[in-house]
């Protein structure tokens, strides 16, 4: 009975020990299975961090060589608007230059053509060159004092008319004391004669104005 006894315990006792051991060995691998799941959870963390970074530095890669791009076509549409605004500014300038020459083209020829009816009046008239100076002389004075009076705005159409015949008489007076009467009514016979040719003659238009109105009455 005794050993049956001892038997007993000493087989409890053993399969006391093997469940320590059973659950021993259960909690160290539930232990290494919790360790190995951190571990690849950790790894799984600092995986997806590093997709993350590298994703975030393609992407600022990305946005660098877009916004280099962009300053590249900046740079470029800059230059080409410097660009055009220096052609336009040329060109302008050199319309201006060609507008220019051409009025002065225009102004000499219209000068060539006032100086050869001039010359026709005078050499019409039997002036020699020094007579021919002296009454041009003359005349560019007059105009002047003509000139000055028609824009007098205080005169009205009759006090003006009536200072414009004086002043041409005086005109023809000094041309007479030039030049001699003969000569001084050659001279206003061919003027008369060659208005046509003179209409581009501003200094003499205000005689032939003179004419017209006494012509009228």
């Not at 053993?14 to 320590?20: F, K, N, S, T």
């Not at 009816?117 to 020094?130: C, F, K, M, Q, V």
Request: glycine share 2%.
């Amino acid at each position: 009975m005794k050993k049956i006894v001892l038997m007993l315990a000493t087989l409890f006792i053993i399969a006391g020990v093997q469940a320590q051991s059973k659950s021993k060995v259960a909690k160290a691998k539930s232990e290494k299975m919790a360790k190995a799941n951190l571990a690849k959870a950790e790894k799984e963390r600092m995986a997806a961090e590093e997709n993350e970074k590298t994703k975030m530095a393609a992407e600022q890669m990305e946005t660098d060589r877009l916004a280099a791009l962009q300053a590249e076509k900046d740079s470029l549409d800059s230059e080409r608007m410097k660009e055009e605004a220096r052609d336009r500014e040329l060109f302008v300038k050199d319309s201006i230059v060609k507008v220019n020459q051409e009025n002065e083209r225009i102004a000499q020829e219209k000068m060539a053509v006032i100086k050869k009816g001039r010359s026709e009046i005078y050499t019409n008239a039997g002036l020699d060159e020094y007579q021919t100076k002296k009454v041009m002389d003359v005349n560019s004075t007059y105009f002047a004092r003509a000139n000055s009076i028609k824009q007098d705005g205080s005169l009205d159409a009759k006090a003006m008319d009536k200072k414009l015949k004086a002043l041409n008489k005086e005109r023809l007076k000094k041309i007479k004391d030039l030049v001699g009467r003969k000569k001084a009514d050659a001279l206003e016979k061919s003027r008369k004669e060659l208005r046509t040719d003179n209409a581009e003659d501003t200094d003499v238009q205000w005689l032939y104005e003179l004419d017209d109105a006494k012509g009228k009455k």
